[in-house]
C-alpha cells in the first residue's frame, strides 16, 4: 500500500485494516499536550468533518467509544525529542512521544495518513535524521505579507520542518520596525522601483552602468510591525518552529545606510535599491555603527526568542573600506593586516554582544574569512568546502550549498530553450539563472562526502533558501518551493539508507494533491 507519506517515516508497518474518523471519536490526551490534541482536532475536522472532542486525559469520561490517545511518554527517549510511535488499529490510534514536538510530528503523519474519515492500520516508528530542518525567506528583494508566512509555516509544519529564517534586511528593503530608529522603515522599506527582467551585472562591477538597465517605475514596500513579527514568533512556535532572525552585515546594507547615511562609508547619499546583485555599499565600521547595531539586535532579540541570530556577513565586497580615509584608519588604529581582518573584527564585535545575550551567532560562510569567534554557527551556501573547513575548526555548521538548496534558481531546463534567450519568457517564470531539479535536491546528502568521520556531529542539518528577487508574488514563492520542498523534507528527516528517488516519486502524486487542496501553487510534475 503506498501511504504517500512525505517525508518518509524511519520506519513503517502496514498492518491491515482501517480505522474509521466520525462524529464520536474522541480525542484523549495528556494536559501537557493539548496544543497537539487540538491541532490535530483543528486539522481532522477540516480532513474527515468530524467533531472531536479534547479533553485531559485525568479529566475524560470513561471512553465508550472509538478514541485517538495522545500521550507523553518518556519510555521514548531513545527516540529523541522530535521522535514519535504511532500506532492505528481498527479500534483506536495511540500516538506516543517523550514530549511535545514529538507529538506534534506523529500528528503530521496522522493528517497524511488519514483519507477522507479513512485511516489505514499502520505501526510507525520515527524520528528525524537532522536537528536543524530548515528554510529561508528573503523578505528584502520582495516583501511578503504576513498571512504568506503564516501559510508557509503551516506548510513547513506540515513537511515536519521546524527552523524558518527570515532575512529581514538588504540592500533593497529593511523589512523589520525598530523602535530606536524609525527611519529604517520610514526610508529604508520602500525603493522607488525595481529591476524589470534579469540581472545582467553586480552594481559592484568594474565599469558597471546604472542607466544599462530597465524599471518598472512602480514603488514597492512594506515591513513587520513587531507585533506583525511577534505573531509570527507565536504562530511558528505552535507548530515548533524555531524563527531565525537575520540582519545583514556588514555588506547588504545600502537600504539601513539609505535611512541613516552616517552608518554608510562615505557621504555620496544613497536610495534604497531597486536592482539586483552584490552591492559594494558598506556598513562604516566605527563605534557609532557598532552601538547603531547592537540597538537593533537588542530589538530583534527581544521579538525573535531564537536561540540563533543570524548577522549576514556574504558578499562584502571590500572596496569601500580600502577606498575610505576614514574606513583605513579605523583599520589602522585597529592594528589590523586586511580588510578581511576587518571584517573579521566586525563580526567578532557581533559575536560578543550575541554571545554575552546567551544567544549563538550564525552567518554565511565568508564569516570565516579572516579567522571566526568560537561557537560561531556557519551557514555553508558557496558550496561544501565551508562547511568542511568549519567543521574542522569544531565549528557547527548548517548545510546551504547553492548547488543543492537555492530555490530561486529553475527546476527544469527549459529557461535555456530559444524562447528564453530571445527574451520571451520561455516554459518557465523568471527565475535565477541557474538549474536545480527536483532530482538533484533529492539526492542531496547534508554530510558532505568529503566530511573526515568523527565531524559528522557538526553538521546540525541543512536548509533551503528562496532568494525573492524574482518571486514578485506569494503565488510564485510557492511554484519555486513545492515540489522540491518535498524532496528536501525528505533530505532533512529521512535516513539516508531509507530514501529512494524512485519510491518518492510514487508517493509524489498523492501528496501534491495534498497541498493543491491546501491552495498551494506548485509545479506539476514533468517527466523526469
Ligand atoms: C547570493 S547566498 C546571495 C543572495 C542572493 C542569491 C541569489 C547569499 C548568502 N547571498 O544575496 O539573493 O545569491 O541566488
Not at 575610505?324 to 573584527?345: K, N, T, V, W
Not at 557581533?350 to 570565516?368: A, H, K, N, P
Not at 538549474?435 to 541543512?462: K, M, S
Amino acid at each position: 500500500m503506498n501511504l504517500s507519506l512525505v517525508p518518509l517515516p524511519q520506519k513503517i508497518a502496514v498492518t491491515g485494516g482501517v480505522f474509521s474518523l466520525d462524529a464520536d471519536t474522541k480525542i484523549i490526551s495528556d494536559e501537557a499536550a493539548l496544543p497537539e490534541a487540538q491541532f490535530l482536532a483543528g486539522s481532522l475536522r477540516s480532513i474527515a468533518g468530524a467533531k472531536i472532542l479534547v479533553g485531559s486525559a485525568a479529566h475524560s469520561p470513561a471512553i465508550t467509544s472509538p478514541a485517538i490517545t495522545l500521550h507523553i511518554d518518556p519510555a521514548l527517549e531513545p527516540l529523541g525529542r522530535e521522535g514519535y510511535r504511532l500506532a492505528v488499529t481498527a479500534s483506536g490510534i495511540t500516538l506516543r512521544a517523550a514530549g511535545r514536538a514529538g507529538l506534534f510530528y506523529g500528528v503530521q503523519t496522522l493528517r497524511q495518513l488519514a483519507n477522507g474519515n479513512i485511516v489505514p492500520c499502520v505501526e510507525i516508528e520515527d524520528t528525524p535524521r537532522f536537528a536543524w530542518r530548515g528554510a529561508m525567506l528573503d523578505m528584502s528583494r520582495h516583501f511578503l505579507p504576513k498571512a504568506f508566512v503564516l501559510k508557509f509555516l503551516d506548510l513547513l509544519a506540515l513537511h515536519k520542518m521546524n527552523t524558518l529564517q527570515l532575512h529581514l534586511t538588504d540592500d533593497q528593503g529593511w523589512r523589520i520596525e525598530i523602535r530606536k530608529y524609525p527611519k529604517l522603515t520610514q526610508i529604508g522599506s520602500n525603493r522607488k522601483e525595481t529591476l524589470v527582467g534579469r540581472a545582467l551585472a553586480n552594481p559592484s562591477d568594474a565599469g558597471f552602468d546604472p542607466n544599462s538597465q530597465q524599471f518598472d517605475g512602480v514603488p514597492h514596500g512594506g515591513f513587520y510591525t513587531q507585533d506583525d513579527a511577534r505573531e509570527i514568533v507565536a504562530y511558528a512556535a505552535a507548530r515548533h518552529i524555531t524563527v531565525v532572525p537575520e540582519i545583514e552585515m556588514p555588506g547588504h546594507a545600502q537600504a539601513a545606510i539609505a535611512a541613516y547615511p552616517f552608518l554608510g562609508c562615505t557621504d555620496e547619499p544613497l536610495e534604497v535599491s531597486g536592482t539586483w546583485g552584490i552591492h559594494d555599499k558598506l556598513y562604516k565600521p566605527s563605534e557609532g555603527t557598532f552601538e547603531f547595531l547592537r540597538d537593533v539586535l537588542t530589538e530583534v532579540m527581544d521579538i525573535f526568542p531564537s536561540p540563533y541570530i543570524h548577522i549576514g556577513g556574504d558578499e562584502a565586497v571590500k572596496t569601500q573600506w580600502r577606498e575610505s580615509g576614514e574606513c583605513r584608519d579605523i583599520q589602522r588604529q585597529l592594528g589590523l593586516p586586511s580588510e578581511d581582518a576587518l571584517q573579521s573584527h566586525f563580526i567578532g564585535r557581533m559575536d560578543e554582544f550575541i554571545t554575552q545575550s546567551g544567544r549563538t551567532l550564525v552567518g554565511w560562510d565568508e564569516i570565516l574569512e579572516g579567522g571566526l569567534s568560537p561557537g560561531a554557527v556557519v551557514m555553508s551556501w558557496r558550496g561544501e568546502e565551508g562547511g568542511i573547513e568549519a567543521a574542522a575548526l569544531a565549528h557547527d555548521v548548517v548545510m546551504a550549498p547553492h548547488q543543492f538548496t537555492y530555490f530561486d534558481y529553475y527546476q527544469s531546463d527549459a529557461y535555456q530553450s530559444a524562447a528564453y534567450q530571445s527574451g520571451t519568457r520561455g516554459a518557465e517564470p523568471l527565475a535565477f539563472h541557474a538549474l536545480l531539479t527536483l532530482p538533484t535536491v533529492y539526492g542531496y546528502d547534508p554530510i558532505p562526502a568529503a566530511l573526515p568521520p568523527g565531524q559528522e556531529t557538526h553538521v546540525l542539518g541543512t536548509q533551503c533558501q528562496f532568494w525573492t528577487e524574482y518571486m514578485p508574488e506569494e503565488r510564485q514563492v510557492e511554484y519555486q518551493a513545492f515540489p522540491r520542498l518535498c524532496a528536501f523534507s525528505e533530505v532533512a528527516w529521512t535516513d539516508k539508507k531509507n530514501k529512494d528517488w524512485a519510491a518518492f516519486l510514487e508517493r509524489l502524486p498523492q501528496h501534491l494533491m495534498r497541498l493543491g487542496a491546501l491552495d498551494v501553487n506548485y509545479r506539476p510534475l514533468t517527466p523526469q
